[in-house]
């Protein structure tokens, strides 16, 4: 999923947690779940992974971060009184910080922990779509942005 999609569904669970260390435990596990639905970027990961092509990957990585960034303050806007409380940051930190690790995996690729926590990672990120193929990026990234917008409105009207 992009990383868009897991603040979108972080902030959903911590908008409902009420409890910090549930949020980040539920997001969490929101992200490997989430992850193994097929979302079109395991081309993308092959070629930063397998071809050493990097400019495509990081670019769509850089600009999926940053329009994280955009949804993470249209949710500070929408309702900033349920947003800047710590069961929704414990949240929307549990459910991005599985691909924040992935990237210092990337960094530190002698730590053993590190690889084995990769591993764990495309483990689930490649469940179905190594096994029975991967949709087209285009397709899943409209999906995506059509999940994201309605759940920025079910926060709007629950939060």
């Known amino acids: 999923m992009t990383l868009t999609t897991h603040v979108a569904i972080g902030a959903g669970i911590g908008v409902l947690a009420g409890e910090p260390a549930l949020g980040f435990v539920l997001g969490a596990i929101s992200h490997f779940l989430v992850?193994?639905?097929p979302h079109g970027d395991t081309g993308l990961?092959?070629?930063y992974y397998?071809?050493?092509e990097k400019l495509a990957p990081v670019a769509y990585a850089t600009i999926d971060g940053a329009l994280s960034i955009?949804?993470?303050m249209v949710f500070v806007a929408v309702k900033p009184d349920s947003i800047a409380n710590t069961p929704f940051a414990a949240a929307v930190i549990g459910s991005v910080l599985p691909d924040l690790m992935v990237g210092v995996a990337d960094?530190?690729?002698k730590n053993r922990i590190l690889k084995s926590?990769?591993?764990f990672h495309f483990y689930f990120h490649d469940y179905?779509?190594?096994s029975y193929g991967d949709v087209k990026l285009r397709y899943a990234l409209v999906a995506q942005a059509v999940f994201v917008l309605l759940v920025v409105k079910l926060i709007e009207q629950i939060a």
């Open 50 to 52: 397998n071809n050493h």
């Open 35 to 37: 992850d193994m639905i």
């Open 128 to 130: 179905f779509s190594r």
């Open 70 to 72: 955009v949804l993470l």
């Open 107 to 109: 960094v530190m690729k």
């Open 117 to 119: 926590y990769r591993q």
């Open 45 to 47: 990961a092959d070629r």
